[in-house]
C-alpha cells in the first residue's frame, strides 16, 4: 500500500509555513508561540481524519484511531518544536506521516485490529527547557511530571514548563503514559551523511547514541582589563579557553568514540575592557558506547576541576542530561528491513547519532526508527533538506510496517 506523496509533501510544506525562516528554515522553539500555531493545525487535521483526540498534562498530544479489537494502540509519531534556525524535517516529518497514514486508511476504508495512536511530544529539542525529548522520557514513565513542570526557561528563569503550557492552552488533563501502547515507529531524517553518501533509500535504526548535556559556570572576579597585570587576574576568559579547547582535542584524540560540543557560552558581564567575572558554557557528550562516555565525562570533569584549583577560581556544574545509549529490539529494525526490501528500497542498518523520542519509548513499548537521507548531512540548520522521492520512500515505509504491526484486517 501506499500513501499520497503530493498530499503529503503540500503538508510538509504547511506546517513549514508556521516559523518559517528564510527559504526552507523553520524555528518553532518549545511551548513558543509559533509551537502553539503548530498545535492547533495538528490538532485540527486529526480531528477532521476522525481521531480521538487527548492532549496530556505535559502537552503531549495523542490521536487515536480506533481499532477492532481493544488491543494497546500501535502508536507513531514525532515533535512539531525545532531548534533554533532550524529545518522543516526534522521531528515535523515523523508527526505529518502519522497523519499521512491515517488519511490513506481512512481513503482505503482500511481497518486494523489494534487501534493507532499518532503521537506530538513535547519538547524534543531540550533548546529552552531541558531535559531534550522531555515530553517522550515523561511519557515512557522515566521522570515525574512535577520534577519536570518547574523546568526553567535557559534564559528566563520566570519561565517554567508549566507555565509556558498554561499560556499556550496545552496543560491537558490526561495523565502522561495512561495510553498503552504495542509499540512506537519514529520516521526521522538521519540528520548525517550516511545514506546519501551511500545512494541508500532507508536507515534500519538498530539503536541511539547516548546524551550527556552539562552546564558549567567557572567563577572569577571582574577588574579592569588596563590595570590588571596578569599575576593578579582571576581571569575566567582565559581559564574557559583552555578548558574548551581540552574538551574539543578529547574528541579528535585517536580511535576516541565519544563526540564533545560545546554549543552555548555565555561571559558576564560580556564587555570589551572587563575581565570576565565569570563564563558559563554547556558540553553535549555523545557515544555509542556507555563506558567510553561514562569515562569522557570523568576526564573532562577532572580536567575543568584542575584548571580551576590552579587558577583560583571556582566552578559549579548542573547536570542537564544522562541518557544512556538505546538499543531497539530485533523484532523491530527487523520488520522496517523486511517492509524496505517489500517496498524494493535499499536500506541499511545503523545507530542514530541524534536522540530522538523512540529512544524514551523504547522504555515502554518495542521502538525503533525509519531513517531518509538528509541531502549534505546538513541538520539543525535552516539548509536542512530531505529530497521529496526519500520523504515518500520513508513515509510508506512506516505505513506498512504499522499496517504489519496493527494487522490489518480489510
Ligand atoms: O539533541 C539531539 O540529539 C536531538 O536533536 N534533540
Ligand atoms: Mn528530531
Ligand atoms: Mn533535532
Not at 508556521?18 to 502553539?36: F, H, N, Q, T, W
Not at 529545518?87 to 481513503?107: H, K, P
Not at 515502554?364 to 525509519?370: E, G, Q, R
Amino acid at each position: 500500500m501506499n500513501i499520497n506523496g503530493q498530499r503529503l509533501l503540500s503538508n510538509v510544506a504547511r506546517f513549514a509555513e508556521i516559523g518559517k525562516v528564510g527559504e526552507i528554515g523553520v524555528e518553532r522553539i518549545a511551548l513558543s508561540e509559533e509551537d502553539k500555531e503548530a498545535r492547533d493545525l495538528l490538532k485540527t487535521l486529526m480531528l477532521d481524519l476522525g481521531l480521538e483526540v487527548h492532549i496530556d498534562q505535559l502537552g503531549n498530544m495523542i490521536g487515536i484511531r480506533k481499532g477492532r479489537k481493544d488491543l494497546p494502540a500501535v502508536a507513531f509519531g514525532s515533535h512539531l518544536d525545532t531548534v533554533y534556525a532550524g529545518g522543516r524535517y526534522d521531528g515535523a516529518l515523523g508527526v505529518i506521516a502519522g497523519l499521512e497514514l491515517i488519511q490513506t486508511l481512512n481513503d482505503q476504508g482500511v481497518e486494523t485490529d489494534h487501534p493507532l495512536a499518532i503521537i506530538n511530544f513535547t519538547n524534543e529539542e531540550g533548546v529552552r527547557f531541558a531535559p531534550d525529548m522531555m515530553g517522550s522520557h515523561v511519557y515512557s514513565g522515566q521522570a515525574k511530571l512535577d520534577d519536570i513542570l518547574v523546568s526553567k526557561a535557559y534564559d528566563n528563569p520566570n519561565e517554567t514548563v508549566g507555565s509556558q503550557l498554561k499560556a499556550i492552552g496545552y496543560d491537558g488533563a490526561l495523565k502522561p503514559g495512561s495510553i498503552a501502547l504495542e509499540s512506537f515507529f519514529e520516521l526521522h531524517i538521519e540528520q548525517g551523511p550516511v545514506l546519501e553518501n551511500e545512494a541508500i533509500d532507508i536507515g534500519v535504526v538498530e539503536m541511539v547514541q547516548g546524551i550527556h548535556w552539562t552546564r558549567y559556570t567557572i567563577e572569577g572576579e571582574a577588574n579592569h582589563a588596563g590595570t590588571t597585570p596578569n599575576q593578579y587576574r582571576k581571569d575566567t576568559g582565559y581559564a574557559s579557553a583552555e578548558i574548551i579547547k581540552f574538551i574539543g582535542d578529547y574528541s579528535r584524540k585517536e580511535e576516541n568514540p565519544v563526540l564533545t560540543t560545546v554549543g552555548s557560552i555565555r561571559y558576564e558581564p560580556n564587555t570589551i575592557n572587563i575581565i570576565p567575572r565569570e563564563v558559563s558554557f554547556t558540553v553535549d557528550l555523545r557515544s555509542t558506547d556507555k563506558e567510553a562516555l561514562n569515562k569522557g565525562q570523568i576526564e573532562i570533569d577532572t580536567f575543568i576541576n584542575k584548571a580551576v584549583n590552579e587558577s583560583d577560581l571556582a566552578v559549579k556544574s548542573e547536570v542537564m542530561v544522562r541518557f544512556e545509549p538505546v538499543h531497539f529490539p530485533k523484532e523491530m529494525p527487523d520488520l522496517v528491513e523486511n517492509t524496505a526490501a517489500g517496498l524494493e528500497l535499499r536500506s541499511k542498518r545503523m545507530p542514530s547519532g541524534a536522540g530522538h523520542d523512540a529512544q524514551m519509548m523504547n522504555h515502554c513499548c518495542p521502538s525503533t526508527m525509519i531513517f531518509v537521507p538528509s541531502v549534505n548531512g546538513i541538520s539543525h540548520n535552516v539548509e536542512e533538506y530531505s529530497k521529496d522521492q526519500d520523504v515518500i520512500n520513508g513515509a510508506n515505509v512506516l505505513l506498512n510496517a504499522v499496517l504489519n504491526r496493527a494487522k490489518q484486517v480489510s
